[in-house]
């Protein structure tokens, strides 16, 4: 494997093929439970589903454990505090609401998914775009409904692409990526690095998630209120490419129903050395934190995002001075 591809591999991925029984079943479940979300009420299958997450939650010790320490440094306040849970709660109860918007995307009528964001001025991503001398590199978090608004923009004709694990269920991959191509989205397995460089070298645009939990080769940056690492991918991609990066949040609205749209200034990325990577990942965590912050219950990334030992922390500060006085990335 070559530096680059272990710097953009995606960060959770099933090394081993799965029992293609298991697979054809997860297949078929899938598909029986969109089908019946789709003919129930959405009503329904959002309570049903919310509060099943969240009874995840409460069963599940290791997961309860890494959302607890996630909202804890979220917030300011020790994992154990009353209100880290109570928000970590909801978030699994958000993450519900999600699955079953999921599984009732592919029998949106267009009319009903342009309402999903009403009213949005997007002409500025437009202009970011095309005052960009590559492509245009979307990071983003697992907030909101990235389908839903992706499916909100369709009409606009934008070449949007994503890149998207394809390794722990195909089958399911498969199911997911024709749900996104139906609104334009075209989806790009992860391990595919011709084509994700291809899209930007076409000026196109790239959605990436930024959020999929601590790994200890990312770059350092300062998170809230602590050292971890986010993907190198989108800083390295934009430098290689000449893209900018715009890093945006897809925000639930007051109604549960629609989203929005909003984004930084973009970020340049003038060079691949240590301390240009650096300071332009620094700017996706910021601008992450910012997402984040105003509406934490509506974020539903469940894996670790930051180191727990000290050391490893202390050790993560150490690497991101030495990026930024021009050492090794």
Do not use: C
């Not at 019946?36 to 299958?45: D, F, G, K, R, T």
């Not at 200890?216 to 050292?227: M, Q």
């Amino acid at each position: 494997m070559t530096d680059r591809e272990h710097r953009l591999e995606a960060p959770h991925r099933r090394l081993d093929p799965g029992s293609p029984v298991v697979e054809r079943a997860v297949v078929v479940g899938y598909r029986a439970f969109a089908w019946v979300i789709s003919h129930l009420p959405p009503a329904i299958p959002r309570v049903i589903l919310a509060r099943g997450a969240q009874l995840s939650y409460i069963l599940w010790p290791t997961k309860r454990r890494w959302s607890n320490a996630n909202f804890g440094h979220v917030l300011g306040l020790s994992p154990g505090h009353p209100k880290v849970r109570m928000t970590a709660l909801a978030a699994y109860g958000v993450y519900g609401r999600y699955v079953v918007e999921l599984a009732r995307l592919p029998q949106l009528a267009r009319e009903h998914a342009d309402e999903l964001v009403g009213g949005m001025d997007l002409d500025a991503i437009h202009k970011i775009w095309s005052e960009s001398k590559g492509g245009l590199i979307f990071t983003l978090g697992h907030l909101g409904n990235a389908e839903a608004a992706a499916a909100g923009v369709a009409s606009r004709g934008w070449p949007i692409n994503v890149v998207a694990d394809d390794s722990s269920f195909p089958g399911l991959f498969e199911e997911f990526r024709r749900t996104r191509e139906q609104w334009g989205v075209h989806v790009i397995p992860w391990r595919n690095l011709r084509e994700i460089y291809t899209v930007l070298r076409r000026r196109e645009m790239l959605a990436l998630l930024i959020d999929w939990g601590y790994r200890e080769d990312g770059i350092p940056v300062k998170l809230f209120d602590a050292w971890t690492t986010m993907p190198a991918g989108p800083a390295t991609l934009a430098a290689k490419t000449g893209s900018r990066i715009l890093p945006i949040t897809i925000r639930r609205n007051a109604d549960h129903r629609t989203f929005s749209i909003t984004w930084t200034d973009p970020i340049e990325v003038a060079s691949s050395d240590p301390a240009s990577l650096q300071r332009a990942t620094q700017a996706m965590a910021d601008a992450f934190a910012a997402s984040v912050g105003p509406a934490p219950s509506q974020w539903y990334s469940f894996k670790p995002l930051w180191p727990a030992a000290v050391a490893e922390s202390e050790a993560l500060a150490a690497r991101a001075a030495e990026m930024l006085s021009g050492g090794p990335a």
